[in-house]
């Protein structure tokens, strides 16, 4: 039980991960999959590994397609990335996956929406955000938490 509480936790600090520049957050993901699988040695457990490895390399593949990640130099608070990030890892697990892109997008237009105030400014700087990187990083996140629920949901019902 202990093994399994610390790959959720390892698994946690990915999906922050990914949400932090310079933080290998698929990477982190990955091994956290890794170890649990080389632990539970069923084929569940080896199909979900598989799986994960499938979908973070594709993620991998895509990247070089989205913008880079540039808010600092857009003007993007490091609130309003952490808030959707949040916000799209509750999406995901209340209406799952395409809660994950709904709470991304939502998540991030509140919070500029209490930074700004005004709605025409909040969906100006929500759009400039997501030029600025946001896309890269809701499809990064997006890997990460399928992987996530696909862990979550082996060890719950597998």
Same mark, same amino acid.
């Given at each position: 039980?202990?093994? *399994?509480? /610390? $790959?959720? %936790?390892?698994?946690?600090?990915?999906?922050?991960?990914?949400?932090?520049?310079?933080?290998?957050? +698929?990477?982190?993901? #990955?091994?956290?999959? /890794?170890?649990? %699988?080389?632990?539970? =040695?069923?084929?569940?457990?080896?199909?979900?590994?598989?799986?994960? =490895?499938?979908?973070?390399?594709?993620?991998?593949? *895509?990247? +070089?397609? *989205?913008? +880079?990640?540039?808010?600092?130099?857009?003007?993007?608070?490091?609130?309003? $990335?952490? =808030? &959707? @990030?949040?916000?799209? &890892?509750? @999406?995901?697990?209340?209406?799952?996956?395409?809660?994950?892109? /709904?709470?991304? *997008?939502?998540?991030? !237009? @509140? &919070?500029?929406?209490?930074?700004?105030?005004?709605?025409?400014?909040?969906? %100006?700087?929500?759009?400039?955000?997501?030029?600025?990187?946001? !896309?890269? $990083?809701? /499809?990064?996140?997006?890997?990460?938490?399928?992987?996530?629920?696909?862990?979550?949901?082996?060890?719950? #019902? @597998?």
């Amino acid at each position: 039980m202990w093994q *399994l509480l /610390a $790959v959720g %936790a390892v698994m946690l600090m990915g999906l922050c991960g990914v949400l932090v520049p310079g933080v290998p957050g +698929p990477a982190i993901v #990955w091994a956290a999959v /890794a170890w649990w %699988a080389l632990d539970d =040695t069923t084929g569940l457990a080896w199909a979900v590994l598989a799986g994960a =490895t499938g979908v973070l390399l594709l993620n991998q593949a *895509l990247r +070089p397609l *989205l913008p +880079p990640r540039r808010f600092k130099g857009a003007g993007v608070s490091k609130r309003s $990335v952490l =808030t &959707a @990030g949040a916000a799209s &890892a509750v @999406g995901f697990f209340v209406l799952p996956v395409v809660g994950g892109i /709904a709470g991304f *997008l939502g998540g991030l !237009y @509140g &919070a500029e929406r209490v930074r700004l105030g005004s709605r025409a400014d909040a969906v %100006a700087s929500a759009r400039t955000a997501l030029r600025a990187g946001g !896309y890269s $990083v809701m /499809a990064e996140l997006f890997a990460c938490l399928l992987v996530a629920g696909a862990w979550l949901g082996a060890v719950v #019902w @597998g």
